[in-house]
């Protein structure tokens, strides 16, 4: 069974600084995808970035970037020009990229989160 | 568009009571997904559909949750003789697919925050 681990629980930034929240991820499979949620205190997950395993290009989102290291297993978000709005409960989460194969496959693993703080 | 809605928002319940928990996916969307959010366990995958078939139910916790999806739309997740450690938010979500791939994206709706007593 895949594991994602966030090892920062709560993580603080000034506005208009960056930020760079980490995960790590344990997997046999080679290919797969990975994602970050945002869930603000609404509990509405938003998703803001996706990665396919396959890709070697790191994927951008205007000021969300991931570092992907795919032989480290490691996942990281970088978010930059920090805004009061991007605080929230931050999730990494992986995909399996077998479908219809039971076992959980089917659904998103998470991490248990990192808290966002933005300090004005 | 309309996102994922799900009712109610919050339920209040006594231990012992049945609950039924609805989702709404986005129109046009073949696979539905139910998740368990709590302290103690974070956020857990409990069961997919792709249409309205189930591949696989080994995700919900015990045989008091069961889930249907009629339709190929609206899903009711219900937990019968509740306690108090079903006491969650319950997340649903939905995509275009449930192949992996582009399609697949996850798109969730609010919650129902549930409380057992």
């Known amino acids: 069974a895949q594991t994602v681990t966030q090892s920062q629980p709560e993580m603080s930034v000034q506005e208009a600084e960056t930020v760079t929240l980490s995960c790590t991820y344990d997997t046999s499979e080679s290919d797969y995808y990975l994602f970050w949620y945002k869930q603000p205190p609404s509990r509405q997950m938003i998703l803001v970035i996706r990665?396919?395993?396959?890709?070697?290009q790191n994927a951008t989102e205007n000021r969300f970037s991931v570092n992907f290291q795919k032989a480290a297993k490691s996942f990281s978000l970088k978010i930059s020009d920090s805004q009061l709005g991007d605080a929230a409960m931050y999730f990494c989460?992986?995909?399996?990229?077998?479908?219809?194969?039971?076992?959980?496959?089917?659904?998103?693993?998470f991490g248990k989160g990192t808290h966002l703080i933005i300090q004005p | 568009g309309a996102g994922v809605s799900q009712s109610p928002s919050n339920k209040v319940t006594e231990k012992g009571k049945d609950v039924e928990l609805r989702c709404d996916p986005i129109?046009?969307?073949?696979?539905l997904y139910w998740y368990r959010q709590s302290l103690g366990q974070g956020l857990e995958f409990l069961i997919y559909?792709?249409?309205?078939?189930?591949?696989?139910k080994s995700g919900l916790p015990s045989d008091r949750f069961s889930a249907e999806r009629t339709g190929g739309s609206v899903s009711t997740l219900t937990i019968q003789r509740t306690q108090q450690e079903d006491s969650a938010v319950y997340l649903c979500a939905s995509s275009l697919t449930g192949l992996a791939g582009g399609t697949d994206t996850q798109y969730f709706g609010p919650g129902t925050r549930l409380t057992v007593l």
């Open positions: 129109s046009g969307h073949t696979a």
């Open positions: 989460a992986y995909r399996s990229s077998f479908t219809y194969s039971g076992g959980g496959a089917d659904g998103l693993t």
């Open positions: 990665q396919e395993a396959y890709k070697q």
């Open positions: 559909f792709q249409g309205n078939s189930a591949p696989d």
